[in-house]
């Protein structure tokens, strides 16, 4: 896993370090804590400049995630049938132990996401993040500030 180290331009000190995968909808506008120099968070997003991922609402990609768990159940209950699993004999019950959890992990990890999507509790969610986002570009100042930093603004909001 990549992660990418963000210093502040101005006085070089060390702003945070980031998975350049993650993403978080609020405001990418943050301020350096040293020197009071603006600069935008990669890991934050305007959802209203950029709209909502296409994979955000895919119920199959949970059903992979319940599949997944499950088949990691599977294993650890199938180490739990086998003997002493070549570990020391204080310890033979630990991986099999680990596999089933993280796999019932795994499974309900998805079947709460599928829940949220079908009963459109995720929906919600994201179109409130969508209305603050608006709310914040509507303001001139600060879409005009985010577009000076390099952030894509639609026109609408300039």
């Known amino acids: 896993m990549e992660y990418i180290t963000l210093k502040c331009s101005h006085c070089e000190k ?25 600069y935008l968070d990669p890991r934050c997003h305007e959802i209203a400049a950029e709209g909502i991922p296409a994979d955000t609402f895919s119920i199959p990609s949970y059903l992979v995630l319940i599949a997944v768990g499950g088949l990691i159940i599977w294993r650890g209950l199938y180490l739990f049938s086998r003997c002493h ?19 019932i992990v795994f499974a309900l990890w998805g079947l709460i996401e599928i829940i949220s999507i079908a009963t459109g509790k995720k929906a919600e969610k994201f179109e409130r993040l969508r209305q603050e986002s608006e709310e914040r570009l509507l303001d001139n100042s600060y879409a005009r500030t985010l577009l000076n930093l390099g952030y894509c603004i639609p026109e609408k909001y300039i």
Do not use: H, Q, V
């Not at 945070?16 to 120099?37: F, M, W």
């Not at 699993?85 to 796999?103: E, K, Q, Y």
């Open 14 to 38: 060390k702003l945070l370090t980031y998975n350049p995968t993650s993403r978080k909808y609020k405001s990418p506008l943050k301020k350096c804590k040293k020197c009071g120099t603006e």
């Open 85 to 103: 699993l070549n570990t020391s004999d204080s310890l033979p019950w630990l991986m099999p132990t680990a596999f089933t959890i993280m796999g």
